[in-house]
């Protein structure tokens, strides 16, 4: 019996006590997964909780570009419906500035409504938070697709805009 009082003596002080994560990679990872679960969820104010005050939102739409509060109105009726939208994340790469105050990543996503998506973006530190100061979501193309799809929109911008394509 003495083995294994230590053994779990051993595992719970090796264990963190606050539940922080261990390394800023898995710091940075929790905050986006629960960012995605936050929208799942429909909580506005947790989702909307791990943006930065001048937050910037691209969306995959050539006019979506968005401050954290325009966003937010965009998005409130989504919300209060108890109904947002549901990304999950297939795989993530995330890098630090040198000062390990800076994060950036990409995220191959998996949804319901759009199929195969990707998100990228920056995170800041705010203390020993992470906040997100902007994120791209976009819809990867498939290259042989690519000139067809590009065909489509210059038909889409002219139509919709008077303007020719480039």
Known sequence: MPTLTLLCLALLTATPATGAPATPTAAVNAVLDDWHKAAAQADEARYFGHFTSDAVYLGTDATERWTRDEFRAWAKPYFSKGKAWSF?????HVSFS????VAWFDEALSTPNMGPARGSGVLVKDG???KIAQ??????IPNDLLEDF?????AHEKKHTGKKGK
Do not use: C, F, H
Request: charged share 30%; aromatic share 8%; net charge positive.
């Open 135 to 140: 994120y791209n979501l976009s819809i990867p």
């Open 88 to 92: 999950t994340s297939v795989s993530r």
């Open 150 to 154: 590009k065909n489509r929109i210059e």
């Open 128 to 130: 020993d938070t992470w």
């Open 98 to 101: 040198k000062d390990g105050a």
